[in-house]
């Protein structure tokens, strides 16, 4: 496979000939193996923002009913992500591409997902935006279809991203059903940490403070069991498996995934929500709200880091794919 054909595709599961050498190789297609860093990077952004967007959206949406921050995630997601994606590939030109392929390409699912979100997400908040001109008004029948159309897509734009690595079946540490859920569940609090913040830099109060406080540290705890699960997955799966394991847990990856992921993006984060409840003032409490969002969204950017990071080819002939 060239190297424009592989960037227009974006695919790390199509074995090549460096494949059938014997022992596990790191992954090239997917970032953090090739020469042009600043593409990995933008995969990493594409899935990062992808994820966040869409879930900043659905929280603002769905449970505290804010335009503006419900706003900033549909902007995150159309203009944030599709630029991401657009530097990844290196030759936008060939963009229309990944459209063409949705019955066998979860990355082509992906982008439609993508375009259905903002097309009726859009819809949606038209007439809160200054599109008054349009023929529905906020809470008419079809502006409850158009949210839920939206609600909808946006969670399948939190979740394709675990699909896509998942199905790379020769890349024993993504193929496995623990992607989808990881990805989705990273994607939710990543939206309400990006919600939080937004809500705090418009100085606005936080609606449903204390449910959303509860939601997010029950999704922390869920992060934190999956990320175990998944540690305890690779320690008794393939070879190759434990050898990414190994790459995770005792390289410079390490730093990324237990230090910034683990500590710093959940105990951390978990910690403050907790003290931010009996804080002293409200001020202390937006601080420590504010600190732990970003501390969050920096375990969410690296936890996507890490597993992209952690992604090596099993050889062929000793693991049969």
Not at 41 to 60: H, I, N, R, T
Not at 195 to 201: C, E, P, R, V, W
Not at 224 to 230: D, E, K, P, S
Request: charged residues 15%; neutral net charge; contains cysteine.
């Amino acid at each position: 496979m060239s190297q424009s054909t592989s960037s227009s595709q974006g695919d790390a599961c199509v074995l090549q000939q460096e494949d059938f050498k014997p022992g596990a190789r790191t992954q090239m297609e997917w970032g953090f193996g090739g020469r042009r860093r600043w593409r990995d990077g933008a995969l990493l952004m594409a899935l990062f923002l992808g994820g966040v967007g869409a879930g900043q959206f659905v929280v603002s949406t769905w449970l505290i009913d804010s335009v503006t921050s419900a706003l900033v995630g549909l902007l995150v997601v159309g203009v944030g992500k599709t630029v991401a994606h657009l530097m990844y590939l290196g030759q936008p030109k060939r963009f229309y591409r990944l459209f063409l392929k949705p019955k066998t390409s979860w990355i082509s699912r992906g982008l439609i997902f993508m375009v259905v979100f903002v097309a009726f997400g859009a819809a949606y908040l038209a007439p809160d935006i200054g599109f008054d001109w349009v023929p529905w008004e906020t809470g008419s029948t079809f502006s409850d279809a158009l949210l839920i159309g939206a609600i909808l897509s946006a969670s399948l734009v939190m979740v394709y991203d675990g699909f896509v690595l998942a199905s790379c079946k020769s890349i024993t540490a993504w193929n496995t059903a623990l992607m989808p859920p990881l990805f989705f569940t990273y994607a939710v609090a990543g939206g309400t940490a990006m919600t939080y913040l937004t809500l705090i830099a418009m100085g606005s109060d936080i609606p449903n403070e204390d449910t959303l406080t509860t939601i997010d540290s029950v999704l922390l705890v869920s992060m934190f069991a999956l990320l175990v699960i998944y540690v305890m997955n690779m320690k008794t799966s393939t070879a190759t498996a434990r050898e990414s394991l190994r790459k995770l847990t005792t390289t410079k990856v390490a730093v990324a995934f237990i230090g910034v992921a683990i500590i710093a993006g959940l105990l951390v984060p978990l910690s403050l929500t907790l003290y931010q409840g009996v804080a002293a003032t409200e001020t202390v409490a937006s601080v420590l709200l504010a600190l732990s969002s970003i501390l969050e969204l920096s375990g969410d950017l690296s936890v996507r880091h890490s597993i992209l990071r952690a992604g090596l080819h099993a050889p062929v002939f000793s693991e049969g794919l």
